[in-house]
């Protein structure tokens, strides 16, 4: 009888262990989901963190272009996404204020983040008053002065930093979780088989637990594996686990792609394999944690070696995990492959330094990225002054403005734009003096995108020999004996061996074209287009020098038939361009009939030439002014031309475009100033960009009218 109680305590005893087993269980699992939850949760968390880190920057970009369109347009939309893009970057920064509360140290940029808002917002605030007040110059003024970019690149850099402190956070807290998982796996293991060796008797009860348990594993596990997921979802970095000894204990895609090994191939494996064996040799792996145990970070950028032998370099990033109490429980690495990057620029900057023009490289938003020696002593700056700053310091004012006037393209696409055209502006050296340059554009392919390479040619010489040109050509207009002997000389002293230059290029061309190697028909090809352009130069020299001095005396002229003869010589142009010319009534003028034509020749030839999007729509006019003058205007559609060049185009041989964008010398309106002053007239141009130009001469009434 007394085995009977014995049995039921014992049952008893059973029954309770597998309930204190069952409890026990349940709280392992409980546990679990909590745990696989909170990981989730701070893995969520960091992805918002980065994401508002990235709204944050790309509003801040989006109302500097919002105010950058305005000053340059005017439009009003681009005032609406400056006023919007501001109000998303605040809510940015007040998510990310939110999201970092936890961190002290993601805390401590806030304050910066909020100031450099306030300034955004206080500096467009301004340019926007002073374009609609004072107009686009006053505004431009103050964007020049850089405030905007020292904003923008600022906020840039403190977002950067927070987004490389999330990273850094991120293994941290997986690191957490994991020991949290193997030690809910070793107490669920532990409480299992505890439950199997004093409840036999309670099999259906163990079966449930063992089932709880179970669900307590998949949940752990279903962590991990989104762990595992977001990290093989970054490609371009290696990253990777070691215990404290420097075993490897995960590996992600990235690192696959990068190392070489598989999975497989690599856990367990000492971390010393990335190095090379002369490295090895000298315990650079042991002396690499013992630093980052030291520090709890470090980061270099070394050789590596791959899996095949090949090295490379990397940057990489150790950081020691700990868990609560301090103690060190391993490591993670981060590290990417530099080599690409590298090589390119070696391979680049040997092509740069070997040219004999400044060299300048910019990126898609507008950087300078690489130049070579020539750049530095053309423009005044060590090589690292100029790196990673904008192009628009160095290039002339206004040229920045013209690229990116499309605020849907980026600056390397507008300057790709440019390519094949010779572009004479003027630059600016490190002390601020401007100097003449022609600008070369064209595209290059690179690992980091498509970047654009400006050739930039120091013009100071040639320019200066054009002035002397022309000094020496107003000495030859003081009589009428020198400019008789000037003429020869351009019409048989200059002309003479230029054509002798000429036929002699131009035979080489014909006879050896496709005997000779690239280089050597490229050559011959520039040879014949130099004497080309050296004869139009040369005649139309000769023809400002003859402008006013036809020796026919000044008789009663019809201005519609001046009008006609020059159309007559146009026709070809007309028609090609499809353009319209109309005309009011034009007076009988005393003056010369062969000047009058010329004058009209060259300006409607202007209209035509300088056309806009539509087809040439040019007017002719002329009003009495008072009763001793006519004034005839010239009106068309075409591209317009910027205020500060009205003077500059009637100076011989100044322009405003590319040789190759426009044929010419750049004569034209020179020759009109001179006949027209020499008739005791004056000349003049009203014009808007993208708007049109009218152009204005007068012709004095003489007696006998």
Not at 343 to 371: F, H, W
Request: charged share 25%; with cysteine.
């Amino acid at each position: 009888m007394k085995s009977q109680p014995l049995t039921n305590r014992k049952v008893q005893f059973a029954f309770v262990s597998a309930i204190l087993v069952l409890l026990m269980v349940g709280a392992i699992s409980y546990r679990g989901i909590v745990v696989s939850n909170e990981s989730d949760l701070w893995v969520r968390h960091t992805h918002e963190v980065l994401e508002s880190l990235r709204d944050l920057g790309l509003a801040t970009e989006s109302a500097k272009a919002g105010s950058g369109g305005f000053v340059m347009t005017g439009l009003e939309s681009y005032a609406d996404v400056n006023h919007a893009s501001l109000i998303s970057a605040e809510r940015a920064r007040n998510t990310v204020r939110t999201l970092t509360l936890d961190n002290p140290r993601q805390q401590q940029k806030i304050p910066e983040l909020e100031d450099l808002g306030a300034q955004q917002a206080e500096l467009s605030e301004k340019v926007i008053s002073l374009r609609r007040t004072h107009g686009m110059d006053a505004a431009l003024a103050v964007v020049r002065i850089g405030q905007g970019n020292k904003i923008t690149d600022e906020v840039q850099r403190i977002c950067r930093e927070m987004q490389d402190e999330e990273l850094r956070l991120l293994p941290l807290r997986n690191a957490d979780a994991q020991r949290r998982l193997m030690q809910n796996k070793a107490i669920l293991i532990f409480g299992t088989l505890l439950g199997l060796v004093i409840v036999a008797a309670a099999g259906w009860r163990i079966q449930r637990d063992d089932a709880k348990g179970s669900r307590a594993r998949e949940a752990l596990r279903g962590s991990e594996e989104k762990y595992r997921m977001l990290l093989d979802g970054i490609h371009d970095y290696a990253i990777y686990m070691l215990d404290p000894k420097g075993m490897i204990v995960s590996w992600n895609a990235g690192a696959e792609r990068i190392k070489g090994y598989t999975t497989e191939e690599i856990i367990g494996k000492n971390f010393s394999c990335f190095y090379p064996p002369e490295e090895i040799e000298k315990g650079k792996p042991e002396e690499v944690l013992r630093l980052t145990t030291s520090n709890d970070r470090y980061e270099e950028q070394g050789m590596r070696v791959r899996k095949d032998g090949s090295q490379f370099l990397a940057s990489v990033t150790l950081t020691a995990l700990r868990n609560p109490s301090g103690f060190l429980q391993g490591f993670s690495e981060i590290s990417r492959d530099l080599t690409e990057r590298s090589e390119s620029e070696v391979k680049y900057r040997g092509l740069l330094e070997a040219a004999p023009d400044a060299m300048v490289v910019v990126n898609q938003t507008g950087e300078i990225v690489l130049l070579n020696a020539q750049a530095e002593n053309q423009f005044g700056y060590h090589r690292d002054e100029l790196l990673g700053q904008k192009v628009k310091n160095i290039i002339p004012e206004g040229f920045a403005e013209r690229l990116i006037t499309d605020a849907t393209r980026t600056v390397a696409e507008a300057l790709a734009q440019q390519i094949g055209t010779g572009i004479e502006l003027s630059g600016r050296r490190k002390d601020g003096t401007k100097f003449p340059i022609e600008i070369m554009l064209s595209p290059l392919e690179s690992p980091d995108g498509i970047l654009v390479t400006a050739a930039v040619r120091d013009i100071s010489v040639r320019r200066a020999a054009e002035e002397l040109l022309v000094k020496t050509v107003g000495d030859l207009k003081r009589s009428n004996e020198e400019l008789q002997q000037f003429a020869y000389v351009a019409s048989h002293d200059l002309q003479e061996p230029l054509r002798m230059v000429a036929s002699y290029t131009q035979l080489l061309e014909k006879r050896y074209k496709g005997q000779l190697d690239s280089d050597a028909n490229e050559f011959i090809a520039f040879a014949v287009d130099g004497c080309n352009r050296m004869k139009g130069l040369i005649e139309d020299l000769l023809a400002y020098s003859r402008a006013g001095m036809s020796g026919q005396l000044p008789c009663r002229i019809s201005g519609e038939n001046a009008l006609g003869e020059a159309l007559t010589n146009l026709r070809a142009a007309v028609e090609e361009s499809g353009a319209v010319v109309t005309h009011d009534a034009l007076p009988t003028v005393t003056t010369n009939s062969t000047q009058l034509t010329q004058i009209f020749q060259n300006l409607v030839g202007n209209a035509i030439k300088y056309r806009g999007p539509e087809p040439p729509d040019i007017h002719v006019s002329a009003i009495r002014n008072g009763g001793n003058e006519w004034t005839f205007s010239i009106r068309d559609n075409g591209m317009g031309i910027d205020p500060q060049y009205f003077e500059r185009i009637f100076v011989i041989f100044q322009r405003l475009h590319g040789r190759e964008e426009f044929e010419g010398t750049g004569i034209g309106l020179a020759v009109c100033k001179k006949i027209v002053e020499q008739i005791g007239g004056r000349i003049w141009v009203e014009s808007q960009i993208k708007k049109g130009s009218t152009f204005y001469f007068t012709l004095p009434e003489r007696d006998g009218k």
